[in-house]
């Protein structure tokens, strides 16, 4: 059977130009390897930092990643998991671009291995509140009263507030994923053999409760990404031009 490779949390339009150039560069070089591979690519949410499809518009700053995504699907099947910065995927990328979209957790059978995978925005316990706006923001009468914005007007004001919440935390509180380790644990007591999930930037391959948590990391900044093969889950990091396995691999817990 053919490998699946996990990407996550490229935020594609977050950095200044020079970081932007390196992420493109190494994203292309990994689509190519996976082509030749003849794999398929699960996109775990956040690959754009803000993604909105108007009636006949779209980001033009994507352009040429989209472009790129639309040749993989001649040769691979490529599944995108809405995240927190582009839950507004809708038909443009489904039968234009050709990717299989799914709005929260998407399960793959693979051999003998059942697949849970899920972006993971909304998990923690203290998130009550988002939750609540990440309802709102998918609303079908919200969706349309955004597209009411002139584009240029929707897309600078979404990129702007995306960049304030990611400064607006606390530099001294440290981020515990103790939450999405938690559920990833009570997904493997329903059946699942792997939990797949991004969001939190923290790469895992952790064998726990009679199978594996994994996180692919951050596109972003680590260039990570996760394998399930005939040897199980793994982790590794793209140089661009090759892979090397990532630190702590696997770790029993």
Same mark, same amino acid.
């Given at each position: 059977? =053919? ?19 390196? @992420?493109?560069?190494?994203?292309? *070089? ?24 108007? @009636?006949?518009?779209? $980001? ?6 989209? !472009? #790129? ?6 040769? !691979?099947? %490529? ?11 809708? *038909? ?10 799914? $709005?929260?957790?998407?399960? %793959? ?15 923690? #316990? /203290?998130?009550?509140? +988002?939750?609540?706006? #990440?309802?709102?923001?998918? &609303?079908? !009468? !919200?969706? =349309?009263?955004? /597209?009411?914005?002139? $584009?240029?007007?929707? %897309? *600078? ?18 981020? *515990? ?9 009570? =997904?493997?007591?329903?059946? +699942? ?13 952790? #064998?726990? &409760? ?20 005939? &040897? ?16 702590? &691999?696997?770790?029993?817990?």
């Amino acid at each position: 059977m =053919k490998p699946i490779y996990f990407l996550s949390d490229a935020h594609l339009g977050a950095q200044d130009e020079a970081q932007e150039a390196l @992420k493109r560069e190494r994203l292309f *070089s990994f689509l190519d390897y996976v082509k030749t591979e003849k794999a398929d690519l699960v996109i775990v949410g956040d690959l754009f930092d803000f993604w909105f499809e108007y @009636k006949s518009v779209i $980001p033009r700053l994507h352009f040429r990643v989209l !472009c #790129k995504l639309a040749d993989l699907t001649r040769f !691979c099947t %490529i599944h995108y998991i809405a995240g927190n910065h582009d839950f507004w995927l809708d *038909s443009f990328m489904r039968h234009e671009i050709g990717l299989s979209l799914h $709005p929260d957790e998407f399960i %793959i059978q693979w051999g003998e291995y059942n697949i849970f995978i899920i972006h993971g925005d909304g998990l923690m #316990k /203290r998130d009550s509140g +988002y939750r609540l706006m #990440k309802r709102v923001f998918r &609303n079908k !009468c !919200c969706i =349309k009263l955004y /597209r009411m914005f002139h $584009p240029d007007l929707g %897309i *600078s004001l979404a990129l702007g507030l995306s960049r304030l919440s990611r400064k607006s935390g606390d530099p001294e509180e440290k981020f *515990s994923d103790q939450d999405y380790r938690d559920y990833a644990r009570t =997904k493997l007591t329903q059946g +699942y053999n792997i939990v797949i999930m991004g969001h939190t930037h923290i790469a895992a391959n952790e #064998k726990t &409760n009679g199978g594996w948590y994994v996180n692919p990391g951050n596109w972003m900044q680590d260039f990570s990404f996760a394998v399930v093969d005939e &040897n199980g889950p793994a982790l590794y990091q793209w140089n661009g031009n090759s892979a090397a396995p990532f630190k702590n &691999n696997q770790q029993e817990v």
